[in-house]
């Protein structure tokens, strides 16, 4: 169930993340108060997570999820990007990720 927790927390962490784009083209409360819950809802399933894995594993995958879901939201939605150069370096995150489920 941690890993299932720590998945969903960097999930989270990328709604957060798409929310910042969003309250600084849309400044209205809706916009502050989804930042506000993927964030929120971030923190509250990673710290459920690292209540049985190690703070550094927890650490790194829910950031490596984060900012590769960030970036690939990025692409998707705001039009960044989709060099194969850039799309590398994202599935080497995702791979690090991985490679420490693998480990641990």
């Known amino acids: 169930m ?3 927790y720590l ?5 989270f962490e990328m709604v957060g ?3 910042i784009n969003r309250l600084h083209q849309q400044r209205n409360v809706q916009s502050f108060l989804y930042l506000l819950a993927g ?4 923190f509250l399933f990673l710290a459920l997570a690292m209540k049985t894995l190690p703070m550094g594993t927890a650490y790194a995958v829910w950031t490596g999820i984060g900012a590769s879901g960030g970036a ?4 998707i939605l705001y039009g960044e990007p989709k060099d194969w150069k850039r799309i590398l370096f994202i ?7 991985i490679g420490l489920k693998l480990i641990s």
Do not use: C, E, N
């Open 7 to 11: 998945v969903l927390a960097g999930l």
């Open 2 to 4: 941690d890993w299932f």
């Open 17 to 19: 993340v798409v929310m």
């Open 39 to 42: 964030f929120g809802l971030s």
């Open 72 to 75: 690939i939201m990025g692409m």
């Open 91 to 97: 599935a080497m995150v995702l791979g690090a990720a």
